[in-house]
């Protein structure tokens, strides 16, 4: 019996000698987590400087700057239809000092073309936020007062209404896709790196119209522009009398959800500081300020969340650019 205790302890105090072994292990991480940042953080906004989601994105890196008691650099780095940020994450340190914003096209474009990265392994999801209320928007001076006209205007024409958007494969861009082909109409894309070149095309008579997120709003506001539809499942609540294209019976909705995301192999303690720092960034009258300003709403997920939500994207989006006849040549 005696035997049988000597074991029973020593099993005890082997068991306890590997919990503190691991406690102490895990303390450098902790720790390290806890002294972050030691330097400026980088956050890029892949979109130009003066456009809606480079306010919100400043709005932001001014927030979570305060709250993790550092500061944050936004860079921008347009083109490449959003992906020029996510290309950089794949470059960097798993330390916390790279950051990006991720789009729906992350999960899309891999779909369309060779992308640098894969959107199931590449990347650490820290946060969702919020996301982007989408339309279509001509001159005022332009004959086409409807989409009824629009589609009217395109079936007489194939090809010749043109519109701009952000890039090839963003949510702007297929949006009018799958609204074209439910018309039975043919249009013509032009691509753009981001919201103000493409206002500037609009303004100066280049394209026919421009398809984006509300990057366009004071030009509609003072007059200059003149909103169509918008994509999302509900009307805008800053143009209530402004139809959808769901309603308007082509079966188009186009909400999307956008978030922050750092390099593959993160420490989960520094994912959970980013993480409840951008959360906390939710509560900031400066943030939802610049929410309302470019019509977004708060679409938190938390990093398990967010990552099974592009899982799940990833798969529907393969089924949409197939249907579409986008899908990348293999």
């Keep these: 019996m005696s035997e049988v205790n000597s074991a029973r302890r020593e099993f005890v105090q082997a068991t306890i000698a590997v919990a ?6 895990a303390l450098p991480s902790v720790a390290s987590a806890q002294a972050f ?9 892949p ?3 003066g456009g809606a989601t480079d306010a919100v994105m400043r709005a932001l890196g001014d927030s979570v700057g305060k709250i993790l008691g550092g500061s944050v650099v936004v860079e921008n780095k347009p083109g490449a239809s959003g992906m020029l940020g996510p290309n950089e994450l794949i470059k960097a340190a798993p330390d916390g000092y790279t950051l990006s914003q991720l789009t729906i096209g992350v999960a899309r474009l ?3 073309q060779k992308m640098q990265f894969d959107p199931l392994k590449d990347f650490t999801y820290i946060a969702c936020l919020t996301g982007y209320t989408f339309g279509i928007v001509v001159r005022t001076d332009s004959p086409i007062k409807s989409i009824k006209d629009l589609v009217e205007f395109a079936k007489a024409n194939p090809e010749k209404f043109t519109y701009g958007s952000p890039g090839t494969g963003t949510t702007p861009h297929l949006a009018v896709e799958e609204f074209a082909s439910k018309a039975g109409i043919k249009l013509t894309h ?4 981001g919201a103000a070149e493409g206002v500037q095309a609009l303004l100066g008579g280049h394209v026919t119209s421009h398809s984006d997120s509300t990057g366009w709003g004071p030009q509609v506001d003072a007059g200059a522009f003149r909103l169509l539809a918008t994509y999302g499942s509900k009307r805008a609540k800053r ?3 402004v139809p959808t294209l769901n309603e308007l019976g082509y079966e188009t909705v186009s909400d999307s959800p956008f978030g922050i995301g750092a390099p593959k192999g993160m420490d989960p303690a520094l994912t959970k500081r980013l993480h409840d720092a951008f959360k906390k960034t939710l509560e900031d009258p400066a943030v939802l300020a610049s929410f309302e300003k470019y ?3 708060v679409i938190y997920m938390n990093t398990a969340d967010y990552t099974k939500f592009i899982a799940d994207q990833f798969v529907k989006e393969k089924a949409v650019i197939e249907r579409l006849g986008l899908a990348l040549k293999t």
């Design 110 to 112: 891999p779909h369309m």
């Design 295 to 297: 019509d977004q709403s």
């Design 239 to 241: 143009w209530p009398n």
């Design 47 to 49: 979109w130009p400087a």
């Design 190 to 193: 032009i691509p753009f790196k």
């Design 20 to 25: 503190v072994a691991s406690a102490t292990s």
């Design 37 to 45: 940042p030691a330097k400026p953080i980088r956050m890029i906004c």
